[in-house]
């Protein structure tokens, strides 16, 4: 009607249309929005769009509900304001590699940690399913205080299981055979975990099975290569992210074959010895001479394969570099301890009280190999996920997620692309990139304001102002009194009082 009328005048009277255009324009667009509220001239960093200077981003409920330039979403003074000006606003983060189990007492102060530092999404790759599930229920009962946490329940190894409960916690399931491993996929099919993780000690017809399992129900298949196979051949049967980038240089060499035969033939095990103490041997008897004899044209064939397959890879580098470099020495480390509650940072420090600056050579170019392949990958376009290992290797939840982006950058992709890695590429990864991972008009609200730009440095993803979970404004003071209580050992849910 208004567009009629002023179409009508703007063809008899040119000058009064205009005019009258105006004016029915600027009051149209002055738009107050009842029940929400709206960040004011912020630079909004898109994973895809890049940055974008000068928004208005109206939320309301959970979800963004009007998102526009300053000068074409205008915003009645009515509104409940939230002055954007010099800051950024980034989707939230993910930390796409995390356990709960293993460590439980810490589990409990867990969401807090990955919240206050601006984690909003998490996935648990491995630990018992009842544990993980009452865990991730009570995330999904508190979307606005807790972080969505996705799960994959147990790791589904092999006969000789590497986490098995005697030394290292017990995070697996043996299978001692494709019948079992058939048996105990379907039942974790049946119990509703959100993907898959195969393991290192699995023979390839019990790989294969659980692939099969995993592409019938469209879960992703995580996992690590078994050493009784090669990477191409596990990324082809449907091994869709690599953690680690684990045994992946294991294949990248010109005698690979008898490597594999070599394996295959530990693997019986004829000594009956753990599953840990099998891998360690394994690992000992071939890593180290792998990467020192790196075929290029094979090593670019399976960096080819995975890009074929859209396998996303998951290379934590903070778990090799953290140990490795012992950057836990370092006292911009030793601070991330205070965000921890009291037992577990005296039990770290005793733990490493007797540690020294000694850095093993072979690990450090074993660190550094890791490195380099990330940055490979994504200059070959390979999905690359942001996730750590924590709580091991003393990574800090929440913390050390801003590091392993750090280290992507060092790697050698742009701030940007290791933004993506947190944001938009484990969305993707779990088929949700239609409501979250971008800053987009009706996504999920869960987004972080950062008072500086972290596409000129992306360590500044560290400097929030506040963080937005499933549309629930917590600002800094309120992140830091959360951060105080934890450790002081005040709360085990505080968010929730
Ligand atoms: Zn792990």
């Known amino acids: 009607m208004l567009q009629c009328i002023s179409g009508i005048i703007s063809t008899k009277y040119p000058f009064y249309g205009f005019l009258m255009m105006g004016l029915l324009l600027s009051c149209r667009s002055e738009i107050y929005f009842e029940g929400a509220y709206c960040i004011k001239n912020v630079d909004v960093i898109d994973p895809l769009e890049g940055l974008k200077k000068g928004v208005n981003v109206v939320v309301k409920g959970n979800k963004i509900l009007r998102i526009g330039k300053v000068g074409e979403l205008k915003l009645s003074p009515k509104n409940v304001i939230i002055e954007g000006k010099d800051k950024y606003l980034i989707p939230g983060l993910w930390d796409s590699h995390v356990h709960f189990y293993f460590d439980q007492q810490l589990a409990l102060h867990m969401p807090e940690l990955f919240l206050s530092n601006g984690i909003t999404s998490v996935r648990d790759t491995g630990g018992a399913f009842h544990y993980m599930d009452s865990i991730r229920q009570n995330a999904l009962m508190h979307p606005k205080t807790h972080p969505r946490v996705k799960i994959a329940g147990p790791l589904i190894d092999g006969n000789f299981n590497v986490y098995d409960g005697s030394v290292l916690p017990e995070l697996s399931i043996r299978t001692r055979d494709v019948r079992e491993s058939i048996a105990e996929t379907e039942k974790l099919v049946v119990k509703g975990v959100d993907f898959l993780k195969a393991y290192e000690m699995l023979s390839p017809e019990q790989f294969e099975a659980i692939a099969a399992i995993a592409a019938r129900e469209k879960l992703r298949l995580a996992g690590h290569v078994p050493l009784s196979m090669e990477i191409t051949h596990a990324i082809s049967l449907g091994l869709n992210s690599l953690e680690h980038i684990k045994n992946l240089e294991l294949e990248a060499v010109k005698n690979s074959d008898s490597m594999l035969l070599a394996r295959r033939d530990m ?201 937005i979970k499933d549309g629930n404004f917590i600002d800094k003071a309120r992140l830091d009194q959360l951060q105080k209580e934890i450790s002081e050992g005040l709360s085990v849910s505080a968010l929730d009082q």
Not at 326 to 338: A, G, L
Not at 347 to 364: P, R, T, Y
């Open 267 to 467: 693997l019986h095990n004829k000594s009956l010895l753990s599953g840990r103490q099998l891998r360690a041997n394994i690992h000992r008897a071939q890593k180290q001479f792998a990467v020192d004899h790196i075929a290029p044209y094979t090593y670019q064939n399976i960096l080819d394969t995975i890009k074929k397959y859209n396998s996303y890879q998951v290379p934590t580098l903070s778990i090799y570099k953290v140990p490795i470099y012992k950057i836990f020495r370092e006292p911009f480390w030793r601070k991330s301890f205070e965000l921890l509650p009291k037992t577990t940072r005296d039990q770290w420090e005793k733990s490493l009280l007797g540690s020294n600056d000694k850095i093993n050579q072979a690990q450090k170019a074993f660190s550094d190999w890791i490195q380099k392949t990330t940055g490979a990958m994504a200059k070959a376009e390979i999905p690359l996920m942001a996730g750590t290992d924590t709580p091991l290797g003393y990574l800090t939840p929440g913390f050390s997620l801003h590091y392993e982006l750090e280290l992507m950058v060092e790697s050698g992709l742009t701030e940007l692309q290791a933004l993506t890695t947190a944001t938009l590429q484990p969305a993707k990864y779990f088929r949700m990139e239609d409501s979250l991972g971008l800053v987009k008009k009706d996504y999920i609200a869960d987004l972080i304001l950062l008072n500086e730009n972290p596409l000129e440095e992306i360590a500044r993803t560290r400097d929030i102002y506040a963080v």
